[in-house]
């Protein structure tokens, strides 16, 4: 098992990556700072939200994964379900990108690890 970036670090290098490739990226909620979980919300354009959360993979590896995806018709239910699972977990650290490519954007983000 490889040691784990610090989730501040981390949290801190997505939103760089973010701006770097032209999008916007911001902190919504601060977790625990070393060993906190990352939530993910792509936005393009200020739509589509989708929530990636990093799961454990058979090779051992944690890649994010589409935990969530917001529905056109009931948007409200989206923003509801993320502030249920920020109760749930409160050393979690939610972020929020919107990035011209989402899908890209996370899947940089799991070579990079």
């Not at 490739?21 to 990352?38: P, Y």
């Not at 959360?53 to 379900?81: C, H, I, W």
Request: charged letters at 30%.
């Amino acid at each position: 098992m490889t040691a784990r970036l610090p989730a501040h670090l981390e949290a801190s290098a997505i939103v760089r990556l973010a701006e770097a490739q032209g999008g916007f990226a911001t902190v919504l909620a601060k977790g625990e700072h070393d060993a906190g979980t990352i939530l993910l919300v792509t936005l393009c354009r200020g739509h589509g939200g989708v929530l990636y959360e990093r799961m454990p993979q058979l090779d051992g590896t944690r890649k994010f994964v589409a935990a969530k995806r917001e529905d056109n018709e009931n948007p409200k239910e989206f923003s509801e379900y993320l502030a249920r699972r920020r109760r749930q977990d409160a050393d979690c650290w939610l972020i929020e990108v919107d990035i011209a490519d989402p899908e890209r954007f996370v899947a940089q983000l799991d070579e990079l690890r």
